[in-house]
């Protein structure tokens, strides 16, 4: 193999499009590149994710690989979900932690990964095994599973296991540790001050379970760690003393290590994405991802290239990164599998699926607080609810939160709904106020009040009118804290129809939700 074909094996590129593009043809054929990445931009029907996966493959055994090409998504299910129509809607992460029942966590894994599988996507970056224990966290939120260590753990673990069990190949992230930061790394450099002591006890502690459990890859984070790392501002992607001091020598992972995104910003205003992807490689990673500009994508290999030649980087450092992804792939995908998986297979998005994640969302949903009664069939609701611009931008914009609307109007029909933009927030409470006065009940959706003075502002205003008031937070539980007088609080964790469906059904009293917060309320 050509040292650019070795090069070319370290990195996983993404692409615009449902059908294959011509620059994804040559990443293959002339740098036989790791693996791609999909995104919402790359979804369609079931049908043609398949034909999609399926002409990566034909064009990857076409160009000469050994062992099929690595294809991975973001479906970490809830808020961060790339599937769409046609396929079965699973909890998130923070709504399994508020089951409090592992074996969901394994069961709502087992469904992913036969999903995906059977769409030819064969490794999910998923399970996030980041401790959630700052409730400013502007990124992980409720991508996590809770802010215990040993809950988290159990839960990650057994997701982990889950989509194992179903021959997709797993990632944990974002290595050491992304749940105690105040800054998005897709928008700047995180830092986190803690002592290494304070991570063995608190961050590390799902990623040391889940390597002795037989993890497959883990993601490195975009955060800087001065207690790991003494060169200044050096993320721990970046850095060596983290991915092979700490994760390869000290936790004896032999498995594949991966970045996140090389453009986001921790790295491309700081090192550069094609710079950095050397010093990812230098510190010890074995795959570099480069999701979206395809001349940084060519850069990047050939920057590696360079590398190697100029001695900085060792042949061998090279060949023990392609032995490592070589070897998990052939653990759970082969050429012949692959072939014979033409059709999608009938339990994608089947009844029996949906009917098994809806019990979970029952035991998730989360009912905090109030003394209110389930709404009379006989009364007249409004219905008000933020559009959905709060979302962070690993988040995939095509679920919002106007389909509580469509859900609600399923089971009352004496319902009118407001959706109010943002910037409108302020300037429309004194209407609202007075709409609310025609009405016998409110119902009014909160996406991340607790980052948004306005939405704040409007709800307090909509229950000084005296309505009974039931308030449902969307994203994250911390919502829960700044509205005691609320009629009921309820906590959805994510704005998926499944969860919509079952809150839209216990407000009118039609089910009971069993979810406990897996987060502490300040």
């Known amino acids: ?16 499009g449902t059908i294959i593009s011509d620059e994804i043809k040559h990443l293959i054929h002339e740098y036989h590149i790791g693996g791609v990445i999909l995104f919402g931009r790359n979804i369609g029907t079931p049908n043609e994710i398949l034909a999609l996966t399926q002409s990566l493959q034909q064009e990857a055994k076409k160009a000469g690989y050994k062992t099929p090409l690595l294809i991975c998504i973001d479906q970490e299910n809830g808020v961060v979900r790339r599937l769409g ?7 998130g992460a923070m709504l399994l932690g508020a089951t409090h029942q592992p074996k969901h966590a394994y069961n709502a894994g087992v469904i992913t990964g036969k999903e995906l599988k059977a769409l030819g996507v064969n490794w999910n970056l998923a399970p996030v095994v980041d401790i959630n224990n700052n409730p400013k966290n502007p990124v992980i939120g409720v991508r996590s599973f809770g802010e215990k260590p040993d809950e988290v753990t159990e839960m990650a673990k057994q997701s982990m296991l889950g989509m194992q069990h179903a021959g997709v190949m797993t990632t944990l992230k974002h290595f ?14 995180p830092v986190i001050a803690h002592s290494l002591k304070r991570l063995h006890e608190v961050e590390l502690v799902p990623f040391k379970a889940c390597i002795q459990a037989g993890a497959d890859a883990i993601m490195s984070a975009h955060v800087y760690f ?8 050096t993320p721990a992607t970046l850095s060596h003393s983290v991915i092979t001091g700490l994760l390869r020598d000290q936790l004896g992972f032999d498995g594949v290590v991966t970045t996140d995104c090389m453009e986001m910003d921790a790295i491309a205003k700081g090192i550069g994405t094609v710079n950095g992807c050397v010093k990812a ?16 994508q060519e850069q990047s290999i050939l920057k590696i290239v360079e590398a190697v030649e100029s001695g900085e980087l060792s042949v061998q450092q090279i060949d023990n990164s392609i ?16 072939e014979n998986s033409q059709q999608v297979a009938d339990f994608v998005g089947s009844f029996n699926q949906q009917s098994e994640m809806k019990q979970i969302y029952k035991d998730g949903v989360t009912f905090v607080h109030g003394e209110g009664t389930a709404i009379h069939a006989s009364e007249r609701v409004l219905l ?13 914009k095509r679920y919002a939160t106007i389909e509580m609307a469509e859900q609600l109007k399923k089971v009352h029909t004496n319902l009118e709904i407001i959706q109010v933009p943002s910037s409108q927030l302020i300037e429309l409470i004194e209407a609202l106020r007075e709409q609310a006065k025609n009405f016998d009940r409110l119902v009014v959706l909160t996406l991340n009040a607790v980052q948004n003075k306005e939405q704040q502002l409007l709800v307090d205003n909509l229950i000084e009118t005296g309505k009974p008031v039931d308030i449902v937070a969307v994203r994250v539980p911390y919502d829960a804290s700044l509205f005691p007088r609320a009629n009921r609080m309820i906590c959805t964790y994510e704005f998926t129809q499944t969860a919509f469906e079952i809150v839209a059904e216990y407000l009118v009293g039609e089910t009971s939700i069993k979810g406990k917060l897996p987060i502490s309320l300040v």
């Open 1 to 16: 193999m050509s040292l650019k074909k070795k090069a070319g094996r370290l990195l996983i590129a993404g692409f615009k």
């Open 85 to 91: 129509e046609g396929t079965t809607i699973i909890p």
């Open 176 to 189: 050491p540790g992304h749940g105690d930061t105040s800054v998005d790394s897709h928008l700047d450099l």
């Open 226 to 233: 001065p207690a790991l790392e003494l060169e200044s501002n």
């Open 281 to 296: 490689v230098k510190a010890g990673v074995d795959l570099v991802m480069v999701s979206h500009i395809h001349s940084l």
């Open 323 to 338: 032995a490592r992804i070589e070897r998990m792939i052939a653990k759970y995908t082969t050429w012949e599998e692959i």
């Open 384 to 396: 008000i609810f933020p559009t959905n611009e709060y979302a962070t931008m690993v988040e995939d």
